[in-house]
């Protein structure tokens, strides 16, 4: 899962998982980055019950942090 792109479920937010943890009895949680609606960079992290990886392919409004490195 981790560098699948994903969807937040009520929302048009398209984002990338960058992290995973799973704990034993709760329900797993992912990272995910993407920009909010004012085109700021957002990492936050939501339960599995919120983010969905079917049918739906990210397109312009993730944001690869390495691309925003300084080098």
């Not at 981790?2 to 929302?11: A, P």
């Not at 909010?36 to 969905?52: H, L």
């Amino acid at each position: 899962m981790i560098g699948s792109r994903c969807f937040l479920v009520g929302t048009d937010i398209d984002g990338l998982v960058v992290g995973r943890r799973s704990y034993l009895g709760e329900m797993d949680r992912y990272a995910v980055r993407y920009l909010d609606g004012a085109g700021a960079p957002q990492e936050r992290w939501f339960q599995a019950g919120e983010v969905s990886f079917e049918g739906r392919e990210a397109k312009g409004n993730v944001v690869d942090f390495r691309e925003r490195a300084i080098a």
